[in-house]
């Protein structure tokens, strides 16, 4: 489901009043060596794009030491009848996009009466829409990664957990570092050996799909430095794969959810 098909789904929906539950001051964080927006997102529990989307002016791929992180303020509040998560961000100058980051659990499509969601209330107007926009804000090629990598990730592993969507991200990044593979995500995601893909989403085409808020989490996760395989070149489904395939023989590196990963 793309943010178009989202904002259409909301604004069939009357505006309704949401009620506050609790609200979160903003703060700021120094960074210090070793540390990434990732880290400090997971630090204080908060989705990694929304922390990008607060800090437009750092590049999250090599963030400085001594620089000044802001943690945007949240407030939670409660899902009224007829309520989505457009209507509510409306309601506090938040755009979608904002809403869907600092919400990544939520279906957008299926809110649930009596439950809250967060209002990332530090937000500005002069932000970018996207979280790829503030990662294209460093360099082309950064932005070309993640924009491969979202879409790798939504292809390969889009029904699964946000930690096997980081794997496979990991796995293109491992085999980028590794040599032979390619020297970006789409050169990776793209090779012909032996006159096939190596990925049967370029072949089918699902490659082309529209990655969603979880799919951005995990490549920018894996972008920032989350290493949950590693060492793992490949990834495979099982209960899809032939018995005779040459990755049975692979060491096993991690099982996660469908996903087996291995070197």
Same mark, same amino acid.
């Given at each position: 489901m793309n943010i178009r098909s989202w904002c259409v789904a909301a604004c069939t929906v009357a505006l309704t009043s949401a009620v506050g539950a609790t609200t979160a001051?903003?703060?700021t964080v120094t960074v210090q060596p070793g540390q990434s927006l990732w880290t400090i997102a997971r630090a204080h529990g908060m989705p990694v794009q929304l922390v990008a989307s607060a800090n437009p002016q750092? &590049?999250? +791929? &090599?963030? /400085?030491?001594?620089?000044? @992180?802001? +943690?945007p303020s949240l407030k939670d509040v409660a899902v009224q009848p007829g309520d989505s998560l457009f209507l509510i961000g409306r309601q506090y100058g938040v755009s979608l996009a904002e809403m869907l980051a600092a919400n990544p659990n939520v279906d957008p499509l299926n809110l649930q009466v009596g439950s809250s969601v967060r209002v990332p209330l530090a937000s500005s107007s002069t932000k970018s829409s996207t979280v790829s926009a503030h990662v294209a804000a460093s360099t082309p090629e950064n932005s070309n990664n993640l924009y #491969? +990598?979202? !879409? @790798?990730? %939504?292809?390969? =592993?889009?029904?699964?957990? +946000? $930690? =096997? $969507?980081?794997?496979? =991200?990991? @796995?293109?990044? %491992? !085999?980028m570092a590794a040599g032979g593979y390619g020297s970006t995500v789409q050169q990776v995601v793209f090779q012909v050996s032996d006159g096939h893909y190596q990925f049967e989403s370029v072949a089918n085409g699902s490659i082309y799909g529209q990655p969603d808020a979880q799919n951005v989490q995990a490549a920018l996760d894996a972008l920032n430095g989350d290493d949950v395989v590693p060492g793992a070149l490949v990834f495979y489904n099982p209960a899809q794969t032939p018995s005779g395939? #040459?990755? #049975?023989?692979? /060491?096993v590196v991690a099982h996660i959810g469908h996903l087996v990963f291995a070197k």
């Open positions: 001051f903003a703060q750092y &590049n999250p +791929l &090599n963030l /400085p030491v001594g620089a000044t @992180v802001t +943690l #491969w +990598l979202e !879409r @790798v990730i %939504h292809a390969e =592993a889009g029904g699964e957990s +946000l $930690q =096997a $969507q980081i794997a496979v =991200a990991d @796995v293109i990044l %491992h !085999r395939s #040459w990755v #049975w023989q692979q /060491p």
